[in-house]
């Protein structure tokens, strides 16, 4: 269902949609997302749409970095577990916070943690650039997991509330809605950055980072701003985490499970435009639930990795890719 | 009149191998200067150090009165200074209108004498395509195109950037004879729009039609710099390129 409005966008797209517009496409789209699982009237429903969501905003932001300026970024659970985890020192300090603050607030230290790491890291080329990030993560764990005031390596309880603020009904309902909210932002800001001169800006850093020098363009201010944004939204993605697990540690946090997921689903939706990620979170993240409610929990991870191998080998454009293929 | 490009005694070294050395350049506004010397002379690297692309470690570079030593590819690329690539470097993913649009974008409308904005890009583009004849292949990839017609490619998304000062770097190699000469009336109608340009060839006939003054590297110093037809005669320009 998801795919088949985000389908109705696309189509929209090509009619030239202005931002305001496709803010409002998006809205309405994450409207009827949400009344369609209220109708289905069970937990689970909000529990599986959530972590598809949650996917989206994820792919989303890792595409933004690597699939817009062509900087792969390994570091995915760092961005994700510092925005998990300034939730939770939030919780601890601050628990009167309303959700979507503690979001933002989550969001704005993953970003500067981005910009940091793009500063010391982005006059690295190519897989040089991607072992730093992945070290970045392996830096993020150990530091939290000797942090005691978030738990450390026991972890920490995060009590919800039973109710949900505003709208009443589970929390579990309040944290998709939020998480849908999020998730218009990032697609909201793929697509605008797409059509900026910004997203032209990325593309030829992509294609070729000497020529976008030489055309004018400022490559290393260009970098920062793609992986504060990048950063930013992973953040913003793992905020709502503690809330949702109900109980965090280091291993959840970090799981490989994201880092994963966050590459594999651009990859398979397609990198080059922002329906990309929701092709492939949907798809992907779809199919994790299903096979994880009907085979076992662990598949997931192996659904990603031979998903990735079959469409890097065979449509390495990704599904999005292949359509616009025909097109041409 | 001051020199719209002052080059002095610059120097660049990669580890022990010395590539250019004490290299001084004038360039006056308006001025064709042809660029010769043989391979690995330091010709590219020369560009690479007047562009930013490369730092050189001894001398200055000063472009319109200003010392750019400090100054990024891309800072100097807004001054005024263009450059096109020896072996074609297009954006692979954007078609050849796109190409085109990003000097215009961060380099034209960044400058902000005037701003560019919408459809007038999308004109300027195709004026610019068409100067090269590439007009009706506005919106196809790069890989769609022949090696000519990438090196012209290149030559328009440098003149996008409405340049002061264009290098052209060997953009005439692996031309035919009558590809050569359309190349070369489109660099003398461009030095006729006022712009100053730096040919950087090997095609000696090219060159001779082309430089009202013309500058030979060999092994990263600059051996000759005058009137082409005496710097083609001076006897170490010859012994350069014939040996003894």
Known sequence: ???????????????GLGNVAFIGVLIVAAGAIFGATRWIGNDYAFFAAYVVVQYIVLGTAWNILGGYTGYVNFGITAFFAIGAYSTV???KLTPWLPLPVMIVIGGVMAALVGLGTGYLTLRLRGVFFSIATLALAIVVQTLITNWDFVGGARGAYVLRPKMAPLIGGGYIEYLFLVMLGLCVVALATARAIERSSLGFGFAAI????AAAEASGVPTLKLKLVATALSGGFMGMAGAPLPYYVTYLDPASGFSLNYAVNAIAMPLIGGTSSWLGPVVGAVLV???QE????????????LVAGVLM??????APQGIVGLFQRKKR | MSALLHVQRLGKRFGGFTALQDVELE????ERLGLIGPNGSGKSTLVNCICGTLRNEQGSVNFGGTTVDSLTAHERTRLGLARSFQLPRPFGSLSLAENLRIPILYAVNARGERKLSGAAIETRCIELLGQV?????????PRDLTQIEMRKLELARAMAADPKLLIADESMAGLSHAEVDEILALLIRLNGQGVTVIMIEHIMRAVMAFSQRLAVLVAGRKIADGNPKDVVRDAEVVRAYLGE
Do not use: C, W
């Open chain 1, 1 to 15: 269902m998801v795919s088949l409005v985000a389908k109705a966008a696309g189509r929209e797209t090509a009619a």
């Open chain 1, 89 to 91: 020192v939030l919780y």
């Open chain 1, 206 to 209: 992509r294609d070729d980072e």
């Open chain 1, 285 to 287: 993240g779809g199919l």
């Open chain 1, 290 to 301: 299903y096979l994880r409610v009907t085979i076992a929990s662990a598949i997931n991870v």
């Open chain 1, 309 to 314: 191998v079959a469409f890097v080998i065979l």
């Open chain 2, 27 to 30: 360039v006056q506004p308006g």
């Open chain 2, 133 to 141: 004849n590439l007009a009706d292949k506005a919106h196809r990839l």
